[in-house]
Nanobody, 123 residues
Framework: QVQLVESGGGSVQAGGSLRLSCAAS????????MGWFRQAPGKEREFVAA????????YYADSVKGRFTISRDNAKNTVYLQMNSLKPEDTAFYYC????????????????WGQGTQVTVSS
């Protein structure tokens, strides 16, 4: 019912910035929360950030708090992840997801996923 497409990934040196975008189509996002997750080779998928479309509440993993900002543009049905002060450990494949999670940090609580975009941070 919801299609998600990520963009904005790429390569950047440590300390640099990137902004990821997640565009939604197929169904309105009005009743869905959005989350960002990432997965590096040989590691499990981990929570990055989440946002509720109603109420404007945001949630962040401790590892990115103060550096990453999740935001939304309802007119464009798009969610963003602004990533500043990037570190090599931020290198991963980043996915956006939509759902009605009971736990914003648990990937199993999300129903729809994008194909992902690669972020590489070099030291």
């Amino acid at each position: 019912q919801v299609q998600l497409v990520e963009s904005g990934g790429g390569s950047v040196q440590a300390g640099g910035s990137l902004r990821l975008s997640c565009a939604a189509s197929g169904r309105t996002f009005s009743s869905y929360a959005m989350g960002w997750f990432r997965q590096a080779p040989g590691k499990e998928r981990e929570f990055v950030a989440a946002i509720s479309w109603s109420g404007g509440n945001t949630y962040y993993a401790d590892s990115v708090k103060g550096r990453f900002t999740i935001s939304r543009d309802n007119a464009k049905n798009t969610v963003y992840l602004q990533m500043n002060s990037l570190k090599p450990e931020d290198t991963a494949f980043y996915y956006c997801a939509a759902g009605r999670p009971e736990d914003y940090a648990d990937y199993a609580h999300y129903d729809y996923w994008g194909q992902g975009t690669q972020v590489t941070v070099s030291s």
